[in-house]
């Protein structure tokens, strides 16, 4: 039973990329997930979650440029980064648990308020 986000890389300031958050060993249609970031030096930030039913939201620092959906068919949540800047690299995790409360505020508050499942990172990094 594991998370595992993948699709991190080297960007150009601008660029774009798509991470993914994939379960194995359970269905993540019965979860809430986040995505967390954090860089070297900072505390874990929020970034973003979903709700079981698609509802979003979005931390400051990234809304208007992420976007955050799932596909329950394929067992995966994606976090579509756009016009992403040098201030956007760090490792970023992805987070389910069942209940949304636990999940949206662990975002809001950067903060594990004791999520289920938590998956290896995935490294992004935007730089010239």
């Known amino acids: 039973v594991q998370l595992q986000a993948s699709g991190g890389g080297l960007v150009q300031p601008g660029g774009s990329l798509r991470l993914s958050c994939a379960a194995s060993g359970f269905t993540l249609d019965r979860y809430h997930i986040g995505w967390f970031r954090q860089a070297p030096g900072k505390e874990r930030e929020g970034v973003s979650c979903i709700s079981k039913n698609g509802d979003t939201y979005y931390g400051d620092s990234v809304k208007g440029r992420f976007t955050i959906s799932r596909d329950n068919a394929k067992n995966t949540v994606y976090l579509q980064m756009n016009s992403l800047n040098p201030e956007d690299t760090a490792v970023y995790y992805c987070?389910?648990?069942?209940?949304?409360?636990?999940?949206?505020?662990?975002?809001?508050?950067?903060?594990?308020?004791?999520?289920?499942?938590w998956g290896k990172g995935t490294q992004v990094t935007v730089s010239s």
């Open positions: 987070a389910a648990d069942r209940v949304l409360s636990t999940v949206l505020a662990g975002v809001i508050h950067s903060k594990d308020y004791g999520m289920d499942y």
